[in-house]
């Protein structure tokens, strides 16, 4: 109920203020101009807002539960940084290049960061402390590199890439959205399916060998679905932080860490988180707007300080 709450509020809410019968028109296709320029501009963000947020969400619960850190998220694949890295080398390589190549370009640059991760931390056993140090290690050295092509890149070219990194839904269109719901479709029924699989992964190293499990085919495969769908994400909403962290936290505390329970709560919090975080973003000061990445980050800051101070309580 929040979420759908949270979704019209996000069609109605603006620059201009609708009510639900213009709605109602505009899918008739008897809106006034105006009007149907508005909603065809927020009806496509408020859904790219939504299914990233559910996708940023699975994908978050999918590795803390893999890696057994309760703070791990789909950062520590390597997509954040991957895909920040490809979006500058695009702005950078080819100032005068659409939005398409973009996106495009950042989703490849971070499935292969995620690759080059699991090549890396495989040697001697893919065990869940290594994967988490090579991730940040790599992420870290990404991120400088990032940092260099933007101190060399043109500084008019510097504010549309600023955007991107801090997480938008400005601009978007169903084709962006696409990509994410088709991936979704596939992998909830094959996250839920493996639930038990995550369950034992998140208790410790041994038990799921001892009951039969393959953990060298289960855990890569985990990863590399959560890897897609944060690259997926970054095609909707650009680089987002802190809702795969926050999510399943969320999801845990109100349902329990049982995976089949957790997973479907954490998809829904995290579609709420984000497409409350652009509502705002595009109402408070408008008509100018504030990216949803840094509204975000606005709560996640704040909430990842508590949590730290609770469990070392």
């Given at each position: 109920?929040?979420?759908?709450?949270?979704?019209?509020?996000?069609?109605?809410?603006?620059?201009?203020?609708?009510?639900?019968?213009?709605?109602?028109?505009?899918?008739?296709?008897?809106?006034p101009?105006?009007?149907g320029?508005?909603?065809?501009?927020?009806?496509?963000?408020?859904?790219?807002a939504?299914?990233?947020?559910?996708?940023?969400?699975?994908?978050?619960?999918?590795?803390q539960?893999?890696?057994?850190?309760?703070?791990a998220?789909p950062?520590?694949?390597?997509?954040?940084?991957?895909?920040?890295?490809?979006?500058?080398?695009?702005?950078?390589?080819?100032?005068?290049?659409?939005?398409?190549?973009?996106?495009?370009?950042?989703?490849?640059?971070?499935l292969?960061?995620?690759a080059?991760?699991t090549?890396?931390?495989?040697?001697?056993?893919?065990?869940?402390?290594?994967?988490?140090?090579?991730?940040?290690?790599?992420?870290?050295?990404?991120t400088?590199?990032?940092?260099?092509?933007l101190?060399?890149?043109?500084?008019?070219q510097?504010?549309?890439?600023?955007?991107?990194?801090?997480?938008?839904?400005y601009?978007?269109?169903?084709?962006?959205?696409?990509?994410?719901a088709v991936?979704?479709?596939?992998?909830?029924?094959?996250?839920?399916?493996?639930?038990?699989?995550?369950?034992?992964?998140?208790?410790?190293?041994?038990?799921?060998?001892?009951?039969?499990?393959?953990?060298?085919?289960?855990r890569?495969?985990?990863?590399?679905?959560a890897?897609?769908?944060?690259a997926?994400?970054?095609v909707?909403?650009g680089?987002v932080?802190?809702?795969?962290?926050?999510?399943?936290h969320?999801?845990?505390?109100?349902?329990?860490?049982?995976?089949?329970?957790?997973v479907?709560?954490?998809?829904?919090?995290?579609?709420?988180?984000?497409?409350?975080?652009d509502?705002?973003?595009?109402?408070?000061?408008?008509?100018?707007?504030?990216?949803?990445?840094?509204m975000?980050?606005?709560?996640?800051?704040?909430?990842?300080a508590?949590?730290?101070?609770?469990?070392?309580?």
């Amino acid at each position: 109920m929040l979420l759908a709450g949270a979704a019209l509020a996000g069609v109605l809410a603006g620059g201009l203020w609708l009510r639900t019968g213009d709605i109602a028109l505009w899918l008739q296709g008897t809106a006034p101009e105006l009007i149907g320029r508005a909603l065809d501009e927020r009806v496509p963000r408020v859904a790219a807002a939504v299914l990233a947020g559910a996708a940023l969400a699975l994908s978050g619960a999918v590795v803390q539960g893999t890696v057994r850190n309760p703070l791990a998220e789909p950062g520590l694949l390597g997509i954040t940084a991957g895909a920040g890295l490809g979006a500058v080398a695009v702005v950078t390589a080819a100032p005068g290049a659409g939005l398409p190549p973009l996106p495009v370009m950042a989703v490849l640059t971070g499935l292969a960061t995620f690759a080059l991760i699991t090549a890396a931390a495989s040697r001697g056993g893919l065990r869940p402390d290594r994967f988490v140090l090579v991730g940040i290690g790599t992420g870290y050295a990404l991120t400088s590199v990032t940092t260099f092509l933007l101190l060399r890149a043109d500084p008019w070219q510097t504010p549309r890439i600023f955007t991107w990194l801090s997480g938008t839904t400005y601009g978007r269109t169903f084709p962006d959205v696409v990509p994410v719901a088709v991936v979704l479709v596939l992998a909830v029924p094959l996250v839920l399916g493996l639930a038990r699989h995550l369950d034992l992964l998140a208790v410790d190293e041994d038990t799921p060998r001892i009951l039969g499990m393959r953990v060298e085919r289960t855990r890569p495969g985990l990863l590399a679905v959560a890897a897609v769908l944060a690259a997926v994400g970054v095609v909707a909403v650009g680089v987002v932080g802190f809702v795969g962290l926050i999510a399943p936290h969320l999801a845990r505390s109100l349902v329990g860490a049982a995976h089949r329970r957790s997973v479907p709560v954490a998809m829904l919090l995290g579609a709420l988180l984000v497409s409350v975080a652009d509502t705002l973003g595009r109402t408070l000061i408008a008509p100018s707007q504030i990216p949803a990445g840094l509204m975000i980050a606005l709560v996640g800051a704040p909430y990842l300080a508590w949590l730290l101070h609770r469990s070392r309580a």
